[in-house]
Protein backbone atom coordinates (compact mmCIF):
# COMPACT_ATOMS: atom_id res chain seq x y z
CA UNK A 1 0.00 0.00 0.00
CA UNK A 2 1.09 3.70 -0.76
CA UNK A 3 0.07 5.15 2.61
CA UNK A 4 3.00 5.22 4.40
CA UNK A 5 1.47 7.75 7.17
CA UNK A 6 -1.45 8.77 9.48
CA UNK A 7 -1.82 11.28 11.95
CA UNK A 8 -4.63 12.67 13.77
CA UNK A 9 -3.96 15.92 15.95
CA UNK A 10 -7.15 16.84 17.73
CA UNK A 11 -5.42 20.19 19.17
CA UNK A 12 -5.08 21.28 15.55
CA UNK A 13 -8.19 19.60 14.41
CA UNK A 14 -5.97 17.78 11.74
CA UNK A 15 -6.01 14.22 10.08
CA UNK A 16 -2.94 13.93 7.82
CA UNK A 17 -2.76 11.28 5.74
CA UNK A 18 1.21 10.67 3.83
CA UNK A 19 1.55 8.52 0.45
CA UNK A 20 4.40 8.04 -1.81
CA UNK A 21 4.50 6.83 -5.01
CA UNK A 22 6.82 5.55 -8.08
CA UNK A 23 5.66 8.51 -10.23
CA UNK A 24 6.91 12.55 -10.91
CA UNK A 25 4.79 15.61 -8.98
CA UNK A 26 2.99 15.89 -12.57
CA UNK A 27 1.64 12.46 -12.53
CA UNK A 28 0.52 12.77 -9.05
CA UNK A 29 -0.79 16.36 -9.67
CA UNK A 30 -2.69 14.48 -12.79
CA UNK A 31 -4.61 12.22 -10.32
CA UNK A 32 -6.31 15.50 -8.59
CA UNK A 33 -6.87 17.53 -12.00
CA UNK A 34 -8.42 14.86 -14.72
CA UNK A 35 -11.46 14.20 -13.19
CA UNK A 36 -12.18 10.48 -14.75
CA UNK A 37 -9.12 10.03 -12.98
CA UNK A 38 -9.96 11.19 -9.80
CA UNK A 39 -13.51 9.24 -9.89
CA UNK A 40 -11.05 5.85 -10.21
CA UNK A 41 -9.50 6.99 -6.33
CA UNK A 42 -11.85 9.63 -4.91
CA UNK A 43 -13.53 7.37 -2.34
CA UNK A 44 -12.67 3.67 -1.27
CA UNK A 45 -13.68 0.78 -3.67
CA UNK A 46 -17.06 0.12 -1.65
CA UNK A 47 -18.48 4.18 -2.20
CA UNK A 48 -16.38 5.32 -5.63
CA UNK A 49 -17.38 8.80 -6.44
CA UNK A 50 -18.95 10.40 -9.27
CA UNK A 51 -18.16 14.12 -10.35
CA UNK A 52 -20.70 16.06 -12.08
CA UNK A 53 -18.72 19.15 -11.79
CA UNK A 54 -14.93 19.95 -11.81
CA UNK A 55 -13.58 23.21 -12.39
CA UNK A 56 -10.14 22.80 -11.11
CA UNK A 57 -8.72 26.23 -11.15
CA UNK A 58 -8.44 28.68 -8.64
CA UNK A 59 -12.42 30.59 -7.63
CA UNK A 60 -13.16 26.89 -9.34
CA UNK A 61 -16.07 24.65 -7.75
CA UNK A 62 -16.27 20.68 -8.22
CA UNK A 63 -19.07 18.50 -6.92
CA UNK A 64 -19.48 14.71 -6.63
CA UNK A 65 -21.82 12.40 -4.69
CA UNK A 66 -21.04 9.09 -4.04
CA UNK A 67 -22.41 5.65 -4.69
CA UNK A 68 -22.33 3.03 -1.83
CA UNK A 69 -23.87 -0.76 -2.04
CA UNK A 70 -27.07 0.39 -1.44
CA UNK A 71 -26.86 2.95 -3.75
CA UNK A 72 -25.95 6.82 -4.20
CA UNK A 73 -25.32 8.40 -1.17
CA UNK A 74 -28.24 11.44 -0.56
CA UNK A 75 -25.68 13.89 0.01
CA UNK A 76 -23.17 16.24 -2.45
CA UNK A 77 -19.87 16.63 -1.34
CA UNK A 78 -18.06 19.41 -2.78
CA UNK A 79 -14.88 21.63 -3.03
CA UNK A 80 -14.08 25.13 -3.43
CA UNK A 81 -10.38 25.57 -5.07
CA UNK A 82 -9.05 28.20 -3.01
CA UNK A 83 -5.15 27.82 -4.58
CA UNK A 84 -3.18 25.89 -6.44
CA UNK A 85 0.31 25.41 -6.97
CA UNK A 86 0.84 23.30 -10.48
CA UNK A 87 2.21 20.46 -9.67
CA UNK A 88 3.13 21.17 -6.01
CA UNK A 89 -0.06 22.17 -3.74
CA UNK A 90 -3.67 22.39 -3.90
CA UNK A 91 -5.60 24.03 -0.57
CA UNK A 92 -9.95 23.34 -0.95
CA UNK A 93 -12.49 23.95 1.05
CA UNK A 94 -14.64 20.98 1.02
CA UNK A 95 -17.71 20.35 2.95
CA UNK A 96 -21.40 18.24 1.42
CA UNK A 97 -24.76 19.98 0.51
CA UNK A 98 -28.21 17.86 0.10
CA UNK A 99 -30.29 19.09 -2.19
CA UNK A 100 -32.23 21.80 -0.12
CA UNK A 101 -32.55 19.89 3.09
CA UNK A 102 -30.73 19.94 5.29
CA UNK A 103 -28.22 17.40 6.33
CA UNK A 104 -26.44 16.47 9.87
CA UNK A 105 -22.88 16.44 8.35
CA UNK A 106 -20.52 19.00 9.60
CA UNK A 107 -19.97 22.58 7.85
CA UNK A 108 -17.12 22.91 5.76
CA UNK A 109 -13.97 22.24 6.77
CA UNK A 110 -10.54 22.04 5.04
CA UNK A 111 -8.45 20.08 2.62
CA UNK A 112 -4.17 20.48 2.05
CA UNK A 113 -2.33 18.68 -0.42
CA UNK A 114 1.31 18.92 -0.95
CA UNK A 115 2.94 16.90 -3.61
CA UNK A 116 6.88 16.58 -3.54
CA UNK A 117 9.57 14.91 -5.36
CA UNK A 118 11.87 12.49 -3.01
CA UNK A 119 14.25 10.33 -3.56
CA UNK A 120 14.75 7.86 -6.73
CA UNK A 121 12.03 9.37 -8.50
CA UNK A 122 9.48 9.09 -6.17
CA UNK A 123 6.57 11.35 -4.99
CA UNK A 124 5.43 12.63 -1.79
CA UNK A 125 1.47 13.44 -1.34
CA UNK A 126 0.36 15.22 1.71
CA UNK A 127 -2.90 15.13 2.88
CA UNK A 128 -4.07 17.03 5.67
CA UNK A 129 -7.54 17.47 6.38
CA UNK A 130 -8.79 20.23 8.74
CA UNK A 131 -11.99 20.08 10.19
CA UNK A 132 -14.18 23.45 11.56
CA UNK A 133 -14.44 22.38 15.10
CA UNK A 134 -13.78 19.03 17.69
CA UNK A 135 -17.05 17.90 16.85
CA UNK A 136 -17.05 17.43 13.61
CA UNK A 137 -13.47 15.94 14.18
CA UNK A 138 -14.84 13.10 16.18
CA UNK A 139 -18.20 12.54 13.65
CA UNK A 140 -15.81 12.33 10.73
CA UNK A 141 -13.95 10.12 12.11
CA UNK A 142 -16.63 8.34 13.18
CA UNK A 143 -18.33 7.76 9.76
CA UNK A 144 -15.21 6.24 8.99
CA UNK A 145 -13.07 9.02 6.82
CA UNK A 146 -9.22 7.97 7.76
CA UNK A 147 -10.13 4.32 6.92
CA UNK A 148 -11.75 5.34 3.70
CA UNK A 149 -9.15 8.10 2.99
CA UNK A 150 -6.54 5.24 3.05
CA UNK A 151 -8.29 2.68 0.90
CA UNK A 152 -9.24 5.72 -1.89
CA UNK A 153 -5.76 6.54 -1.57
CA UNK A 154 -4.45 2.94 -2.05
CA UNK A 155 -6.32 2.43 -5.49
CA UNK A 156 -3.73 5.66 -6.98
CA UNK A 157 -0.97 3.04 -7.58
CA UNK A 158 -3.31 0.80 -10.45
CA UNK A 159 -4.00 4.22 -11.71
CA UNK A 160 -0.30 5.34 -12.30
CA UNK A 161 0.74 1.80 -13.28
CA UNK A 162 -1.78 2.41 -16.63
CA UNK A 163 0.00 5.44 -17.45
CA UNK A 164 3.41 4.21 -17.64
CA UNK A 165 1.68 1.25 -19.66
CA UNK A 166 1.96 2.41 -23.19
CA UNK A 167 -1.16 2.60 -24.97
CA UNK A 168 -0.71 -0.16 -27.76
CA UNK A 169 0.51 -2.51 -24.61
CA UNK A 170 -2.69 -2.23 -22.63
Known amino acids: MTVTAVHKDSEKLTLTLDAEFDASPEQVWNLWADPRKLERWWGPPSYPATFTAHDFRVGGRSEYYMTGPEGPTPFLGYWQILDLDPPRSIRIEDGFVTDGSPNDLPGPGG ?60
Open 111 to 170: MNVTILPIDGGRTRMTIENVFPDQAAMEQLLAMGQEEGLTQAIGQIDAILAEDATPAGAR
